[in-house]
């Protein structure tokens, strides 16, 4: 008895020491069970905890920089947009540092084992970097629910078994169109849209004149390359806001500076926090391989593998702009777009790949993606604050919320948000039926567009 | 002439480069002299590259006749080593 109470005084003594402290002792402690040894397991324990008070500093600029220009922005034109896009980097950070990472990180890895094993899935998701994507649903909930923890538990396996199925079914995709055999893209908040984007490829083809258009990428990527970087997208709406914010001269261009600062900047923080998980992930795939040889299964990676895409470049590149005015004239939205404007790239993947690389579908699929991320992230931006702040994300006195393009915009997020409430449960459970609804309609259209794709 | 190992991909640059530099340690680690270059798989043109042996991360437009040998390894980061030999084998040839 004593014994059991000292262990959970233990546990609760490492969860209180926040993420920075907490996660390289527990990294240590997985090193170690993997296998790693332990001066590799130190030195990636404590590079996780080098990355986290970096990724802090960083905040910490972006708070003020960005915090104060769009106070600024909503006093002189009246545009309250009051929830801050702070990026994917904010939302893995965040989710990490939740007392739930350290329990789901192997949960799920075994749960991804069993599915394996009774064949429920081909995909095996080595990725342990992007498993952030499959906790984060899950911190939403427990967040959601004061603290509940199974339920919390129950949503993060409801929702990556979803993300599997939904990578398994999009992998000949994979393979076909962007070229990479055996491997699926199990990146939740890139592969929820994918029914989504079959539905609305099948609908325009059925669109007369509309189904002939076909628009050729190469010139706008010449033309455009430079305005997707993130030292420019951080410059130019730093500019931008600073101009419309009313900011003097120096202060304008000051800021533009800061806001390129916070995207060149914050993913060099997270780079750390990927490199200190390595050895995590080296050992994982170690044991996967001893654990199913010869299986046929689908290597789960991060999107990042097929972002270079000529189409998908040229749709992001175009979004960028589409994407800072759609904040503005869509009524009810309340996020400001910034940090993730650079992974708009990874956004629009799938409104790209389901027209098999035509710009003109893939920017009108894209739009229609990106009006659906701005209402989840007005829904969902309190509930995301309230993460952020749990964890000690702090953000300046009366100023705003958070959320982000890549980080709780998510549709089976925000199904699963809804269906855990009894005042929305109604809606969560149309919402769950149209979602499904689609991905039946369209099951076979990713199997049909293969065999054209061969014939071609 | 110098061998050359062009590692044409479609990922992102941070992913090229880690095929890059590995291929570049594991010849380095066989005293096998041969220079590794990333390039873009859409954008690059290999008749000027003039490749040994082209290591494909993505879909295969190659219109040259060299020998191609499959990189997903690089980013499964499974069976990288394998693949590796496989390079080696033609660039000792």
Redesign the interface.
């Known amino acids: 008895m004593y014994f059991l109470q000292a262990v959970k005084a233990g546990v609760n003594w490492i969860l209180d020491l926040g993420a920075a402290t907490m996660l390289p002792i527990i990294m240590i402690i997985f090193g170690l069970i993997l296998g790693q040894g332990f001066k590799k397991s130190f030195k990636s324990g404590i590079t996780i905890g080098i990355g986290f008070v970096g990724l802090n500093l960083v905040i910490g600029l972006l708070s003020e920089s960005v915090g104060e220009a769009a106070q600024a922005l909503i006093k002189s034109l009246g545009i309250n947009l009051n929830i801050i896009d702070v990026g994917w980097p904010v939302g893995a950070a965040i989710t990490f540092a939740t007392p739930l990472a350290a329990i789901l990180i192997p949960i799920i890895f075994i749960f991804n084992m069993i599915l394996l094993y009774f064949n429920f899935t081909k995909t095996m998701d080595v990725d342990i970097w992007n498993y952030w994507h499959l906790i984060f649903p899950g911190a939403m909930v427990y967040y959601a629910t004061n603290n509940n923890m199974i339920l919390a538990i129950i949503a993060t396996l409801i929702n990556t078994v979803v993300i599997f199925k939904l990578a398994d079914w999009t992998a000949p995709v994979v393979e076909n169109y962007f070229g990479l055999p055996g491997i699926s893209l199990p990146h939740g908040e890139t592969v929820n849209f994918a029914p989504i984007m079959y539905t609305l490829n099948k609908i325009e083809d059925k669109i007369p004149f509309f189904n002939k258009i076909v628009i050729n990428e190469k010139t706008i990527n010449e033309k455009m390359g430079i305005f997707g970087e993130p030292l420019t997208i951080g410059l130019v709406l730093g500019i931008l806001l600073g101009a419309l914010g009313r900011y003097s001269l120096a202060k304008t261009l000051t800021l533009g500076v800061q806001m390129a600062a916070v995207m060149v900047l914050m993913p060099k923080m997270v780079g750390l926090l990927m490199e200190g998980l390595m050895p995590i992930s080296e050992g994982a795939r170690n044991f996967i391989s001893k654990k199913f040889p010869g299986r046929e299964v689908y290597i789960g990676l991060d999107a990042a593998v097929v972002i270079g895409n000529p189409s998908n470049m040229a749709v992001a590149l175009l979004m960028v702009p589409i994407t800072i005015i759609l904040s503005v004239i869509l009524p009810y939205n309340k996020m400001l777009p910034f940090a993730d404007l650079a992974v708009l790239p990874f956004t629009v993947i799938w409104a790209v790949a389901a027209t098999k690389g035509n710009v003109f579908r893939g920017l009108i699929n894209s739009i229609i993606t990106m009006c659906g991320v701005f209402y989840i992230a007005t829904d969902l931006g309190a509930l995301t604050t309230t993460l952020g702040h749990a964890v000690n994300f702090a953000f300046p006195k009366g100023a705003t919320m958070i959320s982000g393009i890549d980080m709780s915009c998510h549709v089976t997020l925000w199904i699963l948000l809804k269906l855990i409430s009894s005042k929305t449960f109604i809606i969560g459970l149309i919402a769950l039926i149209i979602y499904a609804g689609m991905w039946i309609w369209t099951r076979n259209d990713i199997k049909k567009q293969y065999k054209q794709y061969s014939e071609n | 002439m110098k061998n050359k190992v062009v590692v044409a991909?479609?990922?992102?640059h941070?992913?090229t480069e880690f095929a890059v530099d590995f291929i570049k340690d594991y010849c380095k680690k066989r005293k096998i002299d041969a220079e590794v270059k990333g390039v873009?798989?859409?954008?690059a043109d290999f008749n000027a590259l003039d490749p040994t042996v082209i290591v494909?991360?993505?879909?295969?437009n190659i219109k040259v006749n060299r020998p191609v040998v499959?990189g997903?390894a690089f980013?499964?980061?499974?069976g990288m080593e394998e693949v590796c030999e496989k390079i080696i084998g033609y660039l000792t040839k």
């Open positions: 991909t479609g990922t992102s941070h992913k873009n798989v859409y954008e494909l991360i993505g879909p295969n499959l997903t980013v499964t980061k499974i």
